[in-house]
């Protein structure tokens, strides 16, 4: 709809995972290398966690896109629904084709660590990579730790890497989990975008969408986005989305503060409020929050303190004047 108006080819802010308009920020980069090392090295058992619409998975698609030819992944999503297909889902994504169903557990676990080991003699790698892995049940768990198990008396043979929101960390911290707790290498937990990765991933998109102006976003409502989101890549494309289908309403050409307030609409004020119990960004607060609907009372100082003082200054100057006045009284006789 405002395409044409603000001189864009491509929706700036979709939620889907183009990886065109991929922008990494700095814990971004920091996990990705750190992951990217656990494969080089094998390092066996990694954990990724993160908020909700923090990058998580535009993270992961990032690794997978820049594989090397020999790095072969299993990539895993919903274990709710794959349930006790599991072991099938991985054996497929690595290509094994059969029939499983006439096959016991054991027989899967050994079919899959035979050609594993047999390409690993190719110099080739295997990984597998299980998202929203906090939804992994008991069973689903004792399958990771014995997947996390298949190696030589040299390396690790099968890379995993369970990515999932910040609950995951505490499902491996239970008693029964302790054995897979223990054999993890690399554990990080991505952290939301900095003011400068909102400003850069806010004008990375617009020029990416064939914006050729860097002043669509002013400065004031690009820090009222980073305030509004706590820097969290989803809901900060949510809002600058929703702020350039307002500026087009309007016949703005550029999006300010008060813009970005008037945008906040019902569902993204709910995404808001559910925010707020982290803590706010430590930045500049140039422009105080001011979200439509809401009354923000300044907290009163109390000032009877300073009253009382003054009030005993005066007391105590008045009674040295009188004492003044009346030695000057009876030294100079003056009556």
Same mark, same amino acid.
């Given at each position: 709809?405002?395409?044409?108006?603000?001189?864009?080819?491509?929706?700036?802010?979709?939620?889907?995972?183009?990886?065109?308009?991929?922008?990494?920020?700095?814990?971004?980069?920091?996990?990705?290398?750190?992951?990217?090392?656990?494969?080089?090295?094998?390092?066996?058992?990694?954990?990724?966690?993160?908020?909700?619409?923090?990058?998580?998975?535009?993270?992961?698609?990032?690794?997978?896109?820049?594989?090397?030819?020999?790095?072969?992944?299993?990539?895993?999503?919903?274990?709710?629904?794959?349930?006790? !297909?599991?072991?099938?889902?991985?054996?497929?994504?690595?290509?094994?084709?059969?029939?499983?169903?006439?096959?016991?557990?054991?027989?899967?676990?050994?079919?899959?660590?035979?050609?594993?080991?047999?390409?690993?003699?190719?110099?080739?790698?295997?990984?597998?990579?299980?998202?929203?892995?906090?939804?992994?049940? !008991?069973?689903?768990?004792?399958?990771?730790?014995?997947?996390?198990?298949?190696?030589?008396?040299?390396?690790?043979?099968?890379?995993?890497?369970?990515?999932?929101?910040?609950?995951?960390?505490?499902?491996?911290?239970?008693?029964?989990?302790?054995?897979?707790?223990?054999?993890?290498?690399?554990?990080?937990?991505?952290?939301?975008?900095?003011?400068?990765?909102?400003?850069?991933?806010?004008?990375? !998109?617009?020029?990416?969408?064939?914006?050729?102006?860097?002043?669509?976003?002013?400065?004031?409502?690009?820090?009222?986005?980073?305030?509004?989101?706590?820097?969290?890549?989803?809901?900060?494309?949510?809002?600058?989305?929703?702020?350039?289908?307002?500026?087009?309403?309007?016949?703005?050409?550029?999006?300010?503060?008060?813009?970005?307030?008037?945008?906040?609409?019902?569902?993204?004020?709910?995404?808001?409020?559910?925010?707020?119990?982290?803590?706010?960004?430590?930045?500049?607060?140039?422009?105080?929050?001011?979200?439509?609907?809401?009354?923000?009372?300044?907290? !009163?100082?109390?000032?009877?303190?300073?009253?009382?003082?003054?009030?005993?200054?005066?007391?105590?100057?008045?009674?040295?004047?009188?004492?003044?006045?009346?030695?000057?009284?009876?030294?100079?006789?003056?009556?």
């Amino acid at each position: 709809m405002y395409l044409d108006y603000f001189g864009l080819k491509k929706e700036p802010f979709n939620l889907t995972l183009d990886p065109e308009f991929l922008y990494l920020g700095e814990s971004h980069k920091e996990a990705l290398a750190r992951l990217q090392f656990g494969l080089e090295t094998q390092k066996g058992l990694m954990v990724l966690t993160g908020e909700v619409g923090s990058g998580k998975t535009a993270l992961i698609q990032s690794l997978i896109s820049n594989k090397s030819p020999q790095q072969n992944f299993a990539l895993i999503v919903n274990p709710k629904i794959v349930g006790d !297909r599991i072991l099938q889902n991985i054996c497929r994504e690595f290509g094994i084709e059969l029939d499983f169903k006439e096959m016991s557990k054991s027989d899967i676990f050994n079919l899959l660590y035979e050609f594993i080991l047999k390409k690993s003699f190719h110099e080739q790698n295997f990984a597998v990579i299980i998202d929203d892995a906090h939804d992994l049940n !008991r069973e689903q768990m004792d399958d990771i730790l014995f997947l996390s198990k298949f190696e030589t008396n040299t390396k690790k043979l099968l890379q995993i890497i369970l990515v999932g929101l910040p609950a995951l960390s505490d499902v491996l911290n239970t008693p029964q989990n302790l054995s897979l707790k223990q054999r993890i290498l690399i554990q990080y937990k991505l952290k939301p975008f900095t003011y400068a990765d909102t400003q850069n991933y806010i004008l990375h !998109r617009m020029s990416v969408a064939g914006s050729e102006r860097r002043d669509v976003f002013k400065a004031e409502a690009i820090q009222r986005i980073f305030q509004l989101s706590r820097g969290i890549p989803r809901i900060i494309s949510v809002i600058a989305s929703n702020a350039l289908l307002y500026a087009f309403l309007k016949g703005e050409k550029r999006i300010n503060y008060n813009i970005v307030n008037l945008s906040t609409d019902e569902t993204l004020q709910n995404m808001v409020d559910s925010a707020e119990e982290n803590p706010e960004p430590q930045i500049r607060r140039k422009y105080p929050p001011r979200i439509k609907g809401r009354n923000y009372k300044p907290i !009163r100082k109390r000032r009877w303190s300073y009253w009382i003082l003054l009030i005993f200054i005066l007391v105590i100057g008045f009674l040295g004047l009188n004492i003044l006045a009346q030695y000057l009284i009876k030294t100079l006789h003056i009556f």
